[in-house]
Structures are given as structure tokens and as C-alpha cells.
T-cell receptor, first 113, second 113 residues
Framework: NTKITQSPRYLILGRANKSLECEQHLGHNAMYWYKQSAEKPPELMFLYNLKQLIRNETVPSRFIPECPDSSKLLLHISAVDPEDSAVYFC?????????????FGEGSRLIVV | QQQVRQSPQSLTVWEGETAILNCSYENSAFDYFPWYQQFPGEGPALLIAIRSVSDKKEDGGFTIFFNKREKNLSLHIKDSQPGDSATYFCAANDNNAGAKLTFGGGTRLTVRP
């Protein structure tokens, strides 16, 4: 899937700060960050529509999203915690309304040591 | 409280058999039900979806049967192939939630040759 690219793909951190990056080439207006822990379903963290943050689920304040333009999404993580070990998926959809298909990237696997 | 439940958690079938994956939900406002397929190391991808105005949706060898009164649905995978081995997530959405999907816990399907 080269339509939604994420970087880095793998990340091993020990309480450092890091940013995850995502870019979508689908011309979509809505972008999302999802967290998927081992053997669990994806959980929504943040949803942007037309560069505006419209959903901010219960996420620790050390996670800060940024949407510099409608095709790019960043996730800044400060002072990671072991419970943050997971795969972080970027996704996009045509709009931020219900009933839209979500397209997921390949994920950034974060391992906190 | 888990709003979308899936069963079984894992399922093994032989090649050529029909695999049946079950999903039930609590929220009567849910009106859009996509199924996502996820292979190890990849992001989820939309497989097939149904809206609550329909009771059946077919696409290739995949069929959703939907029972609004009972608040449950099932995904039938006809003539299962080893390449269908993946985790399948049932999800639900309603107009009030915007684009937020509520995912079930997933069913891990293994198709033995």
C-alpha cells in the first residue's frame, strides 16, 4: 500500500521523544491516528477533518497530533511509557462523516524499552 | 462495556469449507457495518460492508447476513482458501459518531490446506 505512507516503520525508544509521520496520496479530507496493541482491535486516538481536529479520544497528553496540511499527519510523542508499545496506524477517508471507508497505512511499530 | 462483540475469537476451517464469523452489537443507532480484514504486519483493509436497511450483502465469496431485530450479523466466507487466513474485525458506525468506527475484538481465521 503506497497510497498511505508512514514513517518510521519501526521504532525502539527508551523514554525519548519522537514523531511519527504519515502522508496520504488519496485526496482525502479526513485523517486519523489509531493505536493497535497486541491481539486487540484498532482504537481511535485522533480524527482530523479538513485540517481541523474534530475527535480527540481519551489519550494521554504526551501524544500531540499535528495536521500541517490535509494530506499530512504527525503524531508527536514525548516521554514514552512502556504501555505505549503498540502499532500506530494512520488512516484516511474521503470525508469525516459516517459511512466512509477508512484506508489504513502499514503502521509504525513502537517498542518502548 | 463492549458495544460490538465478535465470536468466536479464533476459528479454524479446512480449505473449501464455509467459514462463519459472528458479530453482535448493543447500540440501536448503529447503521453501517463494515468488516475489515487484517494480515499480520499490515493495516486493516475494508473487505465488505452493509447498511442497516439491507439484510444481505454479497461480494465475490463474501456474504454478510444482517438481522436488525436481533442486532447481529455474520460474515460467511465461501470456499475458504489458505490465503483467507487473517484476522477479521466487525465494526459499526452511526451518524451521531461521525466517522468514528467501533470495532469488535476480532476473529482470527485459519484455513488449513
Amino acid at each position: 500500500n503506497t497510497k498511505i505512507t508512514q514513517s518510521p516503520r519501526y521504532l525502539i525508544l527508551g523514554r525519548a521523544n519522537k514523531s511519527l509521520e504519515c502522508e496520504q496520496h488519496l485526496g482525502h479530507n479526513a485523517m486519523y491516528w489509531y493505536k493497535q496493541s497486541a491481539e486487540k482491535p484498532p482504537e481511535l486516538m485522533f480524527l482530523y477533518n479538513l485540517k481541523q481536529l474534530i475527535r480527540n479520544e481519551t489519550v494521554p497528553s504526551r501524544f500531540i497530533p499535528e495536521c500541517p496540511d490535509s494530506s499530512k499527519l504527525l503524531l508527536h510523542i514525548s516521554a514514552v511509557d512502556p504501555e505505549d508499545s503498540a502499532v500506530y496506524f494512520c488512516a484516511s477517508s474521503r470525508t469525516g462523516n459516517s459511512g466512509n471507508t477508512l484506508y489504513f497505512g502499514e503502521g509504525s511499530r513502537l517498542i518502548v524499552v | 462495556q463492549q458495544q460490538v462483540r465478535q465470536s468466536p475469537q479464533s476459528l479454524t476451517v479446512w480449505e473449501g469449507e464455509t467459514a462463519i464469523l459472528n458479530c453482535s452489537y448493543e447500540n440501536s443507532a448503529f447503521d453501517y457495518f463494515p468488516w475489515y480484514q487484517q494480515f499480520p504486519g499490515e493495516g486493516p483493509a475494508l473487505l465488505i460492508a452493509i447498511r442497516s436497511v439491507s439484510d444481505k450483502k454479497e461480494d465475490g465469496g463474501f456474504t454478510i447476513f444482517f438481522n436488525k431485530r436481533e442486532k447481529n450479523l455474520s460474515l460467511h466466507i465461501k470456499d475458504s482458501q489458505p490465503g483467507d487466513s487473517a484476522t477479521y474485525f466487525c465494526a459499526a458506525n452511526d451518524n451521531n459518531a461521525g466517522a468514528k468506527l467501533t470495532f469488535g475484538g476480532g476473529t482470527r481465521l485459519t484455513v488449513r490446506p
